[in-house]
């Protein structure tokens, strides 16, 4: 496992990072009192109740790897928090998960009713992509290539196609093989499309935008396996949603499959080979080893 250096102050480093994101996204949304208020209650309620920001802050880390800089990684980061947290809203709803608790808090539709959380969820889909439209254009990435990675990740062949698998999989027997097709999709996705867009925002090189789908690839699927071992190992409080919903709904995990010792082991084996890939940044990619070591030893 490698060390990250103890002169790097991750906490101070998400801290910072949170804080400025959370006023990029305060910034790009519409005010709640602007009309409908009600929607615009529903899109900041979701967003604004507390998540970890873990995807903004991959997009600004690997922005630095890169050589570049948080203000022109900006809008991504926030494009990808308002589509993360629209496939929670919709994730929580009666028709799929049909969870009361997300952030600590009420989920969207138990607050707003129904309707609003779908059209809280479509809102903040369609708002990710005008954020992103406000990027600059870099040399080697477009705006049509950027707005691709973020269609592309989010759509029907990634992260949409990860959510009707794992739907369709409840109740039934459920391969390795065919978790980790649900596992690449459902989750691993949106956090590869996140350090890729940091890259992208640095103009970064083919090379290094390798590098940062292998770290990407890795810690997205480590990121569920953890996931998946804390619905089992920590309580509704320590979670802030509710805790037990994998085995009660027979979904397939890690540990379901695999048992917990071994899906630790899995998770450190992704982490490392999340590590291995970031050699090519030469020491500058001190907050994505934080952050995926970080994401690693987690306990909500
Ligand atoms: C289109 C109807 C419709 C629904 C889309 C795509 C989708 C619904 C749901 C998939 C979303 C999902 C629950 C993915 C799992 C990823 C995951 C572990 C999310 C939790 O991420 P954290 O821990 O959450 O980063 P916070 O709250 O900290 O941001």
Same mark, same amino acid.
């Not at 608790?101 to 005008?130: P, W």
């Not at 477009?142 to 691709?148: A, D, E, G, R, T």
């Not at 990740?153 to 065919?178: F, H, P, R, Y």
């Not at 917990?260 to 090519?280: C, G, M, W």
């Given at each position: 496992?490698?060390?990250?250096?103890?002169?790097?102050?991750?906490?101070?480093?998400?801290?910072? &990072?949170?804080?400025?994101?959370?006023?990029?996204?305060?910034?790009?949304?519409?005010?709640?009192?602007?009309?409908?208020?009600?929607?615009?209650?529903?899109?900041?309620? &979701?967003?604004?109740?507390?998540?970890?920001?873990?995807?903004?802050?991959?997009?600004?880390?690997?922005?630095?790897?890169?050589?570049?800089?948080?203000?022109?990684?900006?809008?991504?980061?926030?494009?990808?928090?308002?589509?993360?947290?629209?496939? =929670?809203?919709?994730?929580?709803?009666?028709?799929?998960?049909?969870?009361?608790?997300?952030?600590?808090?009420?989920?969207?539709?138990?607050?707003?009713?129904?309707?609003?959380?779908?059209?809280?969820?479509?809102? =903040?889909?369609?708002?990710?992509?005008?954020?992103? %439209?406000?990027?600059?254009?870099?040399?080697?990435?477009?705006?049509?290539?950027?707005?691709?990675?973020?269609?592309?990740?989010?759509?029907?062949?990634?992260?949409?196609?990860?959510?009707? %698998?794992?739907?369709?999989?409840?109740?039934?027997?459920? &391969?390795?093989?065919?978790?980790?097709?649900?596992?690449?999709?459902?989750?691993?996705?949106?956090?590869?499309?996140?350090?890729?867009?940091?890259?992208?925002?640095?103009?970064?090189?083919?090379?290094?935008?390798?590098?940062?789908?292998?770290?990407?690839?890795?810690?997205?699927?480590?990121?569920?396996?953890?996931?998946?071992?804390?619905?089992?190992?920590?309580?509704?409080?320590?979670?802030?949603?509710?805790?037990?919903?994998?085995?009660?709904?027979?979904?397939?995990?890690?540990?379901?499959?695999?048992?917990?010792?071994?899906?630790?082991?899995?998770?450190?084996?992704?982490?490392?080979?999340?590590?291995? %890939?970031?050699?090519?940044?030469?020491?500058?990619?001190?907050?994505?080893?934080?952050? %995926?070591?970080? =994401?690693?030893?987690?306990?909500?």
């Amino acid at each position: 496992m490698a060390v990250v250096r103890k002169s790097f102050d991750l906490k101070n480093y998400i801290e910072k &990072s949170t804080h400025a994101v959370n006023d990029a996204l305060d910034f790009f949304l519409p005010n709640e009192n602007v009309k409908p208020t009600t929607i615009h209650k529903a899109m900041r309620y &979701s967003l604004f109740a507390g998540g970890k920001r873990m995807r903004p802050a991959l997009v600004l880390a690997a922005a630095e790897a890169c050589g570049g800089s948080w203000k022109p990684a900006m809008p991504l980061a926030c494009a990808v928090e308002c589509i993360h947290t629209y496939s =929670l809203i919709h994730d929580d709803l009666p028709a799929m998960d049909n969870d009361d608790y997300r952030r600590g808090k009420l989920t969207n539709h138990k607050v707003f009713g129904e309707g609003i959380a779908v059209l809280a969820g479509d809102a =903040l889909l369609t708002q990710a992509f005008e954020i992103a %439209a406000q990027c600059k254009s870099w040399p080697r990435y477009s705006h049509q290539k950027i707005i691709l990675e973020i269609a592309q990740a989010s759509g029907s062949l990634q992260l949409i196609a990860g959510q009707v %698998a794992d739907l369709e999989g409840e109740g039934k027997k459920t &391969s390795e093989a065919q978790l980790k097709y649900i596992h690449e999709r459902k989750t691993s996705a949106l956090l590869c499309c996140s350090v890729r867009l940091g890259g992208m925002s640095a103009n970064c090189t083919a090379a290094q935008l390798k590098a940062l789908t292998d770290f990407g690839y890795n810690v997205g699927l480590a990121f569920q396996v953890i996931d998946d071992i804390l619905d089992v190992t920590q309580t509704s409080e320590q979670l802030g949603k509710t805790a037990g919903k994998d085995t009660a709904a027979q979904k397939a995990t890690y540990p379901s499959i695999v048992g917990l010792p071994k899906s630790r082991k899995i998770a450190e084996q992704l982490t490392n080979k999340a590590f291995a %890939a970031l050699k090519v940044f030469k020491g500058k990619a001190q907050a994505l080893e934080g952050l %995926a070591e970080y =994401l690693l030893k987690r306990d909500k």
